[in-house]
């Protein structure tokens, strides 16, 4: 095989960084359309990590952030933002974890999360705080 030319050579070495530059474009539009899912408009995060200590919930979850939130009663809540599902059943988006945040035996009738009358503000606080932990 005969070498290549510069004239081939320099054409491939753009080919490889215009190749280079659109796999980094797509992926930067793939991460930003993933996080605008947990976009919850009005919640505030500061306010739901004080929810947690307030509701209790770090007596049987560990929250990361939150003190202190050592329980292993509940499974471990970090990495909220990379599950894919909430209980193992419902899609984890944001309207999901309000209404399982509020209302979990609503959902699944005898889970061993109890109903502990979360507000709907809270919980959306509390579900902005978690899509935080990734």
Do not use: K
């Not at 080919?15 to 796999?23: D, K, N, P, R, T």
């Not at 984890?92 to 005898?110: D, E, K, S, T, Y």
């Amino acid at each position: 095989m005969p070498p290549l030319s510069r004239g081939a050579v320099a054409r491939i070495l753009a080919g490889l960084a215009l190749l280079a530059v659109c796999v980094a474009v797509a992926g930067l539009a793939l991460r930003d359309r993933s996080h605008s899912r947990y976009v919850l408009a009005g919640a505030n995060a500061a306010r739901g990590r004080a929810a947690f200590t307030a509701y209790g919930c770090s007596s049987c979850h560990r929250i990361p952030g939150v003190r202190p939130a050592v329980g292993v009663v509940g499974p471990p809540l970090e990495q909220w933002a990379e599950r894919s599902y909430i209980a193992g059943r419902l899609p984890n988006m944001p309207g999901n974890l309000v209404r399982w945040i509020m209302q979990p035996q609503a959902i699944v009738a005898g889970n061993a999360m109890p109903d502990l009358g979360v507000s709907e503000s809270a919980a959306r606080d509390m579900a902005a705080y978690l899509y935080r932990l990734r």
